[in-house]
């Protein structure tokens, strides 16, 4: 069975600074996509950020970037340039490929943005 | 562009009662999916929907039902609410399978007491 792991609970950044959340994932399957989402405490699930597993370019959304390690199964993200918006829970994603719609997801981690 | 609406936002039962999570899209997405989220566990997939008349289980299924009538709509049935039962509940909808994400709805908090 498929499994997403990240072991950060929480994290903090400072305003404009640079900050990577990990996620790990546990898979046997060769097609799959990875997603990143953000939950504000408005509740709200946001897609941050996608990759396809077949894709080796890691994909970029402006401050948000991901580094796809697809040997060691990593799927980490990176924010830059931290604005207090950023604020938020993070989840990672893991959608075999034609199922992305049962979506596993990780525990997220808690990102606190410092003034 | 409403995307996909979610009712009620909030809601209290007694443990034994019955009630419907309401769920719906215009996007006119084959997909749909249910999933709650409890503290230090992530969403989990309750049930899911390839297209009108077809569902199926997902991870955590026992005491929830669903049907899926129209492309729109697919509601969630709690049949006797149990105090496990209480939890952050979405829905979720997508255009096809594929690197295209899947759309939430603002969740509903259900508590059961």
């Known amino acids: 069975a498929q499994t997403v792991t990240q072991s950060q609970p929480e994290m903090s950044v400072q305003e404009a600074e640079t900050v990577t959340l990990s996620c790990t994932y546990d898979t046997s399957e060769s097609d799959y996509y990875l997603f990143w989402y953000k939950q504000p405490p408005s509740r709200q699930m946001i897609l941050v950020i996608r990759q396809e597993a077949y894709k080796q370019q890691n994909a970029t959304e402006n401050r948000f970037s991901v580094n796809f390690q697809k040997a060691a199964k990593s799927f980490s993200l990176k924010i830059s340039d931290s604005q207090l918006g950023d604020a938020a829970m993070y989840f990672c994603?893991?959608?075999?490929?034609?199922?992305?719609?049962?979506?596993?997801f990780g525990t997220g981690t808690l990102l606190a943005v410092q003034p | 562009n409403a995307g996909v609406t979610q009712t009620p936002k909030f809601q209290v039962l007694k443990t034994g009662q019955s009630m419907t999570l309401q769920c719906a899209q215009d996007?006119?997405?084959?997909?749909m999916s249910w999933y709650r989220q409890d503290p230090g566990m992530g969403l989990r997939l309750i049930h899911y929907s390839v297209g009108a008349g077809i569902t199926d289980q997902g991870e955590v299924p026992n005491g929830y039902n669903v049907s899926r009538s129209t492309t729109e709509d697919f509601p969630l049935r709690l049949l006797s609410a149990a105090p496990s039962q209480t939890s952050v509940y979405f829905c979720?909808?997508?255009?096809?399978?594929?690197?295209?994400?899947?759309?939430f709805g603002q969740g509903t908090r259900l508590t059961v007491v």
């Open positions: 994603a893991y959608g075999r490929g034609g199922a992305t719609n049962k979506l596993i």
């Open positions: 979720a909808s997508r255009r096809g399978t594929g690197v295209d994400g899947a759309f």
């Open positions: 996007m006119n997405h084959e997909y």
